[in-house]
């Protein structure tokens, strides 16, 4: 029988510990920390994603301030907005929703964030020094995925990972955090993509297998060796009889008596994801020093 890995148990339980961390900053009568998110547009998965970022923010004491901007707004506003925020000392984590409408240029958004308040880890100076190993902010995704393994007790030291996905949110940074020398590290890693030829041949080979492919249910059980630990990153919506269901990457029913830990889809990543973020906040609040 698989471990299945909660979590939203774990994720509220980061979420107890940050809220008792701000709790403690209050009670010194400091300043609580603050998180703003800048909205663009009206797409409806961007808005339930910054409205549940602002709720959690809002659960452990996090002060959040949603700017929304419609559609049509100009680059030059927006990075007005974010000059504004750099400045301001009640700003602790600054975080512009992604996509962007097509006329802003997202990496001039993103590279105009303080790095010190880039709490997604997307700036290129986060991404470098995530690179080199150098204490930053790391994406809320393998932050997230990290922080599942050490609480499960899972080290994956000399394994063999397997990230099947290299976008810069999850599979390129993930990839580089497993591999380095470090705590939930010193993995030997092979990421596969879209190239990869005969893909089976090399999940197969996989003690710990991550799926970040964005294509529901695309790791069967002839992907898997037996024993292996599967982090399904994957969040897709498919029609069923009985209306939509959420399903990850990896074929779940399939894979489970086969593997020896999995993450369920709901209730594994992406409750992590969003800890993440708060976790990433109460970072920037410190100034990185925490
Ligand atoms: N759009 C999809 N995922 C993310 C994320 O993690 N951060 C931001 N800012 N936008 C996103």
Redo the contacts with the bound molecule.
Sequence with gaps: MAHIIDGKAIARTIRSEVAEQVRLIVNRNQRKPGLN?LLVGEDS??NI?VRNKSKDCEQVGIASVVQRLPADVTEEQVLDIIEQWNADKNVDGI?????LPRHIDEHRVIRTIDPLKDV?G?HPISAGNLMIGIDGFI???PAGVLELLKRSNIDPSGMHAVVVGRSN?VGKPLSMLLAQKRPQGNATVTICHTGTKDLIEYTRSADLLVAAIGRAQAITREHVKEGAVVIDVGINRIPTPSGDAMVGDVDYASVFDVVSAITPVPGGVGPM?RAM?LTNTLRAYHGLQK
């Design positions: 998110l998965a961007s994603y975080l512009v929703q992604l996509p997604d997307f994406p809320c995704t949110i994801t973020l």
